[in-house]
């Protein structure tokens, strides 16, 4: 018997993301788990005060929960580069600024990494990361965390998915996240490859919290 909590029927996505919100929906939807977004409910965001990526995803699937007295489903996810320390990190899509212009965050990154000198594929690893929690309203939570790892390719390649995918190489393949289907990027075995950061954290989830 598992000590972890199941979540059954029907959840909260504390996002205002469509992007996430869609990747989400196809993640949960064969579990049959219904889900209505944060933004479909007016939920306002909360501030993202956190230093850590499951801090943050907790902080969002907390309050979204507090706020509809249902159990919520929260990530928090970014792009880790190894040359700078680590940036953006949590704070990816800031980097995009109010108006989330993705080429502005990715022409930042590609500057900074020439300004290091970092050429090689080696000299650019990078990683996405993704924390996910399910927050119920009695405070119980149930946390799980994925990582992908690759590389910073320049220029940016593909119009698929969203945010830094056009710049993420993951290893040991040779389209980057922007030029995969979503099949491809987070499809969930055994259709898909389960090789995204997301994909890989909702495997533990999955496993953890849902039944097929
Ligand atoms: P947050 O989790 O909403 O705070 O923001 C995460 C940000 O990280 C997104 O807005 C994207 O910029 C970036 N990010 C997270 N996951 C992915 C991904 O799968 N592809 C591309 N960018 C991502």
Redesign the pocket.
């Known amino acids: 018997m598992s000590s972890h909590r199941q979540l059954t029927g029907s959840v909260v996505i504390a996002?205002h993301?469509p992007?996430?919100l869609a990747?989400m929906r196809e993640l949960l939807s064969p579990y049959g788990i219904a889900a209505q977004s944060a933004s479909e409910l007016n939920l306002a965001e909360p501030e993202?005060t956190g230093t850590t990526?499951a801090a943050?995803?907790r902080i969002k699937a907390t309050a979204a929960s507090n706020a509809t007295e249902r159990a919520a489903f929260a990530?928090?996810?970014?792009?880790v580069v190894e040359a700078l320390a680590g940036e953006?990190g949590?704070y990816?899509?800031r980097?995009?600024g109010p108006d989330?212009d993705?080429r502005f965050?990715m022409n930042r990154i590609q500057t900074l990494l020439v300004e290091k000198g970092a050429a090689s594929p080696d000299q650019r690893r990078a990683h996405?990361i993704?924390a996910l929690c399910i927050a119920w309203p009695d405070g119980h939570v149930e946390e799980f965390e994925g990582r992908v790892d690759g590389h910073i390719v320049w220029p940016p390649r593909g119009e698929a998915?969203?945010?830094?995918?056009p710049l993420?190489l993951p290893d040991g393949h040779e389209r980057t996240?922007g030029e995969m289907t979503a099949l491809e990027?987070?499809g969930l075995p055994p259709l898909g490859l389960g090789l995204?950061?997301?994909a890989r954290a909702f495997v533990k989830l999955a496993t953890a919290c849902l039944k097929p």
Do not use: C, M, Q, V
């Open positions: 996002t993301n992007g996430k990747e993202e990526f943050n995803a990530d928090d996810s970014g792009l953006p949590i990816s899509a980097w995009a989330k993705f965050a996405f993704a998915g969203f945010g830094y995918d993420f996240f990027k987070h995204s950061h997301r």
